[in-house]
């Protein structure tokens, strides 16, 4: 059963239109994540949050906007939606200790912005 | 600047083993993971390490130098399932959060 699940899978969007992804866990951890990948460039964190109710700014924040309403559910925000937005985007959930540090990761949406 | 750095591509043959390299370079360093992703699938975890020396996890390992800022995954006894892109991550930056290589993607030949 999946840990992170991620909405919608794939999303075709206008050039200035809002966008919202949405991402839900069960594993009960703290922290959660939001990254891009594109081809030649690794994972870039985008925002990321420490529990419900925080959202911490990324390594490529801007053109988005986070929400964590709970534990469980982490959006990610388009308000006006650009072609070089055109990406996979990644949720992932993990919380870091002592000797442990696994982020576990939804299976990515594929977002085309035309 | 800061970063971390991986080849591209690298090819093996079945049976063999390879090793996949990491260098980075960061402003602080907590440790560095390593993740495989196949082909239009997620990142998985497969190791973390944050000491200096080699860590044997039975069918891959990997080794961290902290003071040439390098690592490596070796991966033994190769099968073709293993043909995967393998994403090196360094935790730290200003806001000790994960800076990822652009992973290389192993080609694994019969």
């Known amino acids: 059963e999946a840990a992170v699940t991620q909405s919608p899978r794939n999303k075709v969007a206008v050039t200035g239109g809002k966008v919202t992804l949405s991402c839900n866990q069960t594993?009960?951890?703290?922290?959660m994540y939001w990254y891009r990948q594109d081809t030649g460039h690794g994972l870039r964190l985008i925002h990321y949050s420490y529990g419900a109710g925080s959202t911490e700014k990324g390594d490529i924040p801007d053109g988005y906007k986070a929400s964590r309403p709970s534990q469980e559910n982490f959006s990610l925000i388009l308000e006006l939606a650009t072609p070089s937005q055109t990406s996979v985007y990644f949720c992932a959930s993990g919380d870091f200790g002592g000797t442990y540090a696994e982020q576990f990761f939804g299976p990515g949406t594929r977002l085309t912005v035309l | 600047g800061q970063g971390v750095e991986q080849p591209d591509n690298l090819m093996s043959v079945e049976g063999t083993f390879a090793r996949v390299n990491c260098t980075y370079s960061?402003?602080?360093?907590?440790?560095l993971s390593w993740y495989q992703q196949r082909e239009g699938h997620a990142p998985v975890f497969l190791s973390y390490?944050?000491l200096d020396g080699l860590k044997d996890s039975g069918h891959f390992s990997t080794f961290l130098s902290r003071s040439n800022g390098y690592s490596y995954l070796l991966l033994t006894e190769l099968q073709i399932k293993d043909s995967a892109s393998y994403l090196c991550a360094v935790r730290g930056g200003s806001n000790y959060q994960l800076i990822w290589g652009s992973g290389t993607k192993l080609i694994i030949k019969p």
């Open positions: 960061t402003s602080g360093f907590n440790g």
């Open positions: 390490v944050v």
């Open positions: 594993n009960n951890h703290n922290n």
